[in-house]
């Protein structure tokens, strides 16, 4: 009988609690897929360093099984609440709480098993999109095949068992300390606030906001380019700061917002505004922890997809900045032979166009002292580039050439020294081997600086300046038809030797360099992409699981007083408000309530985002990059928010029985 019984309640929590259902599906179903996609082979044999997704995805599977254990038992403890008087009527009848803790489990049994199944279906399918995805990233065809995995199953199979093993243990417990008395009369307990007294809002919401403000500065100042190492108790220091001013705020704002409302009567008694916010702030009065969570959850995910967007964008721009040729040979001092490298090449690819240059020094420090003096760059002697040299290189890159005169110098620079070298360009000096003195003609910065001489900045001057002058290295820049490999890096290193060389100076000083070296840019063209595979798709992953489980607490958390929320609105019916009038106010509410949890994290969002950019502004093409990636984080992480916003919206109307 009790099977039967536990059977027709899973049947209706089905019902009633399709939201979390659905959530606890997908939930699975992008576990599923990950695991598939981290044990395929076609997935692994794209990078040597794709074997670190497998490490990633599997930590954050870790974490994303705490957070939907975290779910499901707290839904678990929301559907006993609910159902408190059902289970007190079964004490009441007599039947003992040992078959009444086993009809619940069996419940939560079939709601599970069930959810897994659907799961591993729909996890089947995803994986397949997002191989293609990854493909994709890489460049490379994709042909749709279901290679179901024993590890990928196993793993799941891990993670469920896992979960419910905990869950159901403390149901269990639960059940085991429940009584006749409250259990009957538990929807006719009063509802409390944490804090009672107005004195005390009135400190822990100041404290609260002054201890994010802290944590915001702290956290800015750790990325800030003045602060050349990462400290990482100054970093741990600032997120625990944010988490405790998150859960000040979230518990005591609508107090504030409450006492501003009551003294505005022009706000106050305008329309439904009163009605509407007395449902919003009874609600969250009690229960600000879970609205702390939620909110927090929230900011973590907007940071995350945040991160994983700006992340993407500097690693494909700084592989365009470190590369911008094919294939990049360097031959130390005059060496103009490359017919190894070219032999190579010869073999696998098909040359579009070459040019060779050269880099000169006059071991004078002056520019790269300056630079070191003003921005804590590392030291270096003045590196050169002949005008003839720099305008054959420029122009594989489709770069208009430039003209100097015996008397200009040009200064190629990164966008970190940019702004100091223009503010101060007019203390340099330069003076012509032959006793002229030059002045700057130009200032710029097209980010390949770094390809061209392995310094932030490169003089342009005109060719007689540099005759006779010591060359530091002989470079060979080459495009090709074909797109080059990884596979071909790996092969020329084992031809090519790359072996430092280690050389004292005349003041006893010692200097390592290597000898020659050939860069790829299929090679960094791998390793970005594995870069951006691993840390674009782990964050995303568990982005998308933190959105799906704040939507889906605030949506249940709407739905759960259907009943009371019944009685208020067929009164304002009965006072003779129109249906149109309910639905709005229905929609103002819930709207509201939605909209509450989104306003601190998106300032974390902005502040947070505004200072990660100090750190990747040297690898992006310009400050308002980040503007963008923010921008996609909100809608991305908004797009399913109001998913559920939506949802929530149809099946509050449809539990008031209002159509």
């Known amino acids: ?123 089947l399918f995803l994986s397949q999109i997002f191989i293609a995805i990854i493909m994709n990233i890489f460049e490379l065809p994709y042909i749709v095949k279901f290679n179901l995995t024993y590890e990928a199953i196993g793993l799941t199979a891990v993670y469920f068992i896992s979960i419910y093993i905990v869950v159901l243990l403390r149901s269990s417990r639960r059940i085991k300390k429940m009584n006749i008395h409250d259990l009957i009369y ?92 007395r449902n919003i702030t009874s609600k969250i009065n009690t229960i600000g922890v879970t609205i702390g969570t939620i909110t927090l959850l929230i900011a973590l995910t907007l940071v995350s997809v945040n991160v994983s967007n700006l992340f993407t964008q500097a690693m494909t721009f700084q592989n365009n900045q470190r590369m911008p040729y094919d294939i990049l040979v360097h031959n130390a001092y005059d060496n103009s032979d490359f017919s190894e490298a ?139 038809v074909e797109e080059t490999t990884e596979e071909f890096y790996y092969e020329t290193s084992k031809v090519i030797n790359q072996n430092a060389t280690k050389e004292m100076d005349e003041e006893g000083e010692y200097s390592f360099y290597v000898m020659n070296t050939i860069q790829v840019r299929g090679y960094y063209l791998a390793q970005d992409r594995s870069a951006i595979t691993i840390m674009g798709f782990s964050l995303l992953y568990i982005s998308f699981i933190f959105t799906a489980v704040t939507g889906t607490i605030l949506a249940i958390q709407c739905l759960s007083d259907s009943t009371k929320y019944k009685f208020r609105y067929n009164l304002l019916s009965q006072l003779g408000l129109s249906k149109d009038a309910i639905h709005r106010t229905i929609f103002k509410q819930l709207a509201l309530t939605f909209l509450y949890p989104l306003i601190y994290p998106i300032i974390i969002c902005i502040s947070t985002g505004l200072s990660i950019n100090q750190l990747f502004l040297q690898v992006l093409p310009n400050a308002y990059v980040i503007w963008g990636t923010m921008g996609l984080a909100l809608f991305m992480f908004g797009t399913i928010y109001i998913v559920y916003f939506i949802t929530t919206y149809i099946e509050f109307k449809n539990n008031l029985g209002i159509k």
């Not at 201890?211 to 600032?238: A, Q, R, V």
């Not at 190579?344 to 050269?358: G, M, P, R, S, W």
Request: contains cysteine; hydrophobic residues 50%; negative net charge.
């Open 1 to 123: 009988m009790l099977s039967k019984l536990a059977l027709r309640n899973a049947k209706r929590c089905f019902k009633d609690y399709l939201i979390y259902l659905i959530t606890l599906i997908i939930a699975f179903a992008l576990i599923f897929s990950f695991n598939l996609i981290v044990f395929t082979d076609d997935v692994i044999e794209l990078s040597t360093n794709m074997d670190s997704f497998m490490a990633m995805i599997i930590f954050f599977s870790t974490v994303i099984v705490f957070i939907i254990g975290i779910l499901i038992n707290y839904m678990n403890k929301f559907i006993f609440e609910k159902r408190s008087q059902e289970l007190g009527t079964y004490l009441l009848l007599g039947i003992e709480k040992k078959s009444i803790s086993r009809m619940f489990l069996i419940e939560q049994l079939i709601l599970g098993i069930v959810s897994l199944v659907i799961a591993l279906v729909i996890g």
């Open 186 to 277: 538990f929807d006719k307990v009063n509802e409390t606030t944490l804090f009672q007294k107005k004195i005390y809002r009135n400190i822990i919401f100041t404290v609260s906001v002054i201890l994010g403000i802290w944590g915001l500065c702290i956290f800015h100042g750790i990325f800030s380019p003045e602060n050349i190492t990462f400290f990482f108790p100054d970093f741990m220091k600032s997120i625990i700061l944010l988490i405790v001013s998150i859960y000040g705020i979230s518990m005591t704002l609508p107090h504030f917002l409450m006492s501003f409302i009551l003294k505005n009567k022009k706000i106050k008694y305008k329309h439904d505004n009163l009605f509407i916010l």
């Open 342 to 480: 070219l032999d190579l090449v010869h073999k696998n690819y098909t040359i579009e166009d070459q040019a060779a240059f050269k880099v000169y020094t006059d071991r004078s420090t002056y520019f790269a002292q300056f630079i070191v003096n003003e921005l804590d760059s590392y030291d270096s002697v003045n590196n050169y580039i002949s005008v003839s040299d720099y305008n054959r290189i420029t122009g594989l890159l489709g770069m208009a050439p430039i003209t100097l005169n015996d008397d200009e110098y040009y200064i190629n620079c990164n966008p970190t020294v940019l702004p100091v070298l223009l503010k101060n360009k007019d203390q340099f000096m330069l003076t012509h081997p032959n006793g002229t003195n030059m002045h700057i003609k130009d200032i710029v910065s097209d980010h390949f600086t770094s390809s061209w001489a392995d310094y932030v900045q490169v003089i342009i001057v005109p060719d007689s300046f540099v005759e006779g002058m010591e060359i530091i290295n002989t470079n060979l820049a080459i495009n090709t």
